[in-house]
């Protein structure tokens, strides 16, 4: 889902948060226009703007898990986990977690990664949205709704603050809806 099909056409809130991204070309890598929401984050109208959209977006969706990615995802996810009464569950990067594990390997747009979650921390039954800051090839939340989904939870939708148009990662979400606040912007925007 884009910013045009996403409910919010005529939204003033989506031009203040794109416009608090920060592009920061040839990041981490030659090639990369990097969005950075660090920026968003320093404004509290922007931030609260996001969060609430997205507390309006799950509020009434009987979801009982917001799971969050490592490390963008934990910016916004427990924000709206507490304002919709679920509970907030952190994906994380390898070798983070304490307990007894279960993890998923994916390809990056710069490299590999692995994101892993605590066996119990969700249950069959639960119903879950998985939350970050962006989505670009759709490899890390794809990993994400796999590891719910081998835990026994439904994932009921992926919510990003950030799509590339292409979304080549709709075919990789396994058919998820993606609720994406605003596309990625370009150094011109800036
Ligand atoms: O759709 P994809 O191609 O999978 O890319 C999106 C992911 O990449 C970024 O995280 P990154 O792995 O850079 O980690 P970080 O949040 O720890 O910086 C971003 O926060 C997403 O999690
Ligand atoms: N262009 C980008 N900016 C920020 N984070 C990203 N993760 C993957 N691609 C990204």
């Known amino acids: 889902m884009f910013a045009a099909e ?23 890598k030659p090639g990369i226009m990097f969005q950075d929401i660090t920026t968003l984050l320093l404004n509290h109208k922007v931030f609260k703007d996001t969060v609430d959209i997205f507390v309006d977006r799950y509020k009434d969706m009987d979801i009982s898990v917001v799971a969050g ?16 009464g679920a509970k907030f569950v952190p994906l994380r990067k390898p070798g983070k977690l304490p307990g007894k594990i279960i993890s998923e390997s994916y390809e990056l747009e710069y490299g590999k990664d692995c994101l892993e979650i605590h066996v119990g921390a969700v249950q069959q039954g639960d119903k879950a949205v ?10 890390t939340l794809s990993a994400a709704i796999k590891l719910l989904e081998r835990m ?12 590339v148009p292409e979304v080549k990662g709709q075919i990789r979400l396994k058919g998820k809806p993606l609720y994406i606040l605003v596309e990625p912007r370009e150094l011109e925007d800036c």
């Open 152 to 163: 026994g939870a439904e994932v009921i939708e992926c919510g990003c603050v950030i799509g």
């Open 6 to 28: 996403n409910g919010l056409k005529g939204d003033p809130r989506l031009q203040g948060i794109s416009q608090a991204i920060r592009v920061v070309p040839d990041f981490p």
């Open 69 to 84: 990615i490592e490390a963008r995802g934990f910016m916004f996810g427990p924000s709206v986990a507490l304002a919709i």
């Open 130 to 139: 998985v939350i970050d800051d962006l989505v670009a090839t759709g490899g």
